[in-house]
Nanobody, 112 residues
Framework: VQLQASGGGLVQPGGSLRLSCAAS????????MGWYRQAPGKQRELVAT?????ITNYADSVKGRFTIFRDTNTVYLQMNSLKPEDTAVYYC?????????WGQGTQVTVSS
């Protein structure tokens, strides 16, 4: 499975961005997909996940502001009401039985 993330950029506080992650390869094996982020000097943390059955899970810090959704081979992260503390490199993740896949990171910077 290969994951290709896109959609990061610079946005002002209160703004919005949408991240996309296109999966290719053996996508039928994926049980779930999600987004994680890593800010400078911090550990990578979960942002949101979505299962094959579209059950979602969010970090408390983004609930009500971020929405994860998916179609056949792409998972999206709609980010609204962005805050400076959302600044990080965002990574797409896919999970199957016994395997964990990562896309390249995409930088999100929230700054005025």
């Amino acid at each position: 499975v290969q994951l290709q993330a896109s959609g990061g950029g610079l946005v002002q506080p209160g703004g919005s961005l949408r991240l996309s992650c296109a999966a290719s390869g053996s996508i039928f094996s994926l049980l779930g997909m999600g987004w994680y982020r890593q800010a400078p000097g911090k550990q990578r943390e979960l942002v949101a996940t979505i299962t094959r059955g579209r059950i979602t899970n969010y970090a408390d810090s983004v609930k009500g502001r971020f929405t994860i959704f998916r179609d056949t081979n792409t998972v999206y992260l709609q980010m609204n009401s962005l805050k400076p503390e959302d600044t990080a490199v965002y990574y797409c993740n896919g999970q199957s039985v016994g395997a964990d896949y990562w896309g390249q990171g995409t930088q999100v910077t929230v700054s005025s």
